[in-house]
C-alpha cells in the first residue's frame, strides 16, 4: 500500500496546513487543510478508492469550496474599501 493511500497522512498534512495557516492567512491553506482532511476521512470510510487523482481532485474542489466560503464569510464586503488612516512608516 502505497502511503498516500492512509488516512492519516493524510489528516496530518490537513492539521499541519492549518498550523500553517495561521502563519500566512488568506484562507488558501485553510481550504487545502479543509481539503486534506476530507480526503483523510473519505479514505478512512472507504468512500475514497486508491485512486491518486480522484483523491486530488476532491482536495481540490474542496479547498476551492472552502476558499469561496470564507472569502464570503470574512472576505471584503461588496461596497468596502479600505481606507488608510495612518502610514506605516509614520511614528
Do not use: C, Y
Amino acid at each position: 500500500m502505497m502511503l498516500w493511500q492512509e488516512a492519516w497522512v493524510w489528516v496530518t498534512a490537513g492539521v499541519i496546513l492549518g498550523a500553517l495557516e495561521m502563519l500566512a492567512p488568506g484562507f488558501v491553506l485553510l481550504g487545502f487543510a479543509a481539503g486534506a482532511i476530507l480526503v483523510g476521512l473519505l479514505i478512512w470510510l472507504g468512500v475514497l478508492g486508491a485512486s491518486l487523482p480522484w483523491m486530488i481532485l476532491t482536495l481540490a474542489v474542496a479547498a476551492l469550496v472552502v476558499w469561496f466560503a470564507m472569502r464570503k464569510i470574512a472576505g471584503v464586503r461588496e461596497g468596502q474599501t479600505k481606507i488608510w488612516d495612518r502610514d506605516i512608516n509614520e511614528n
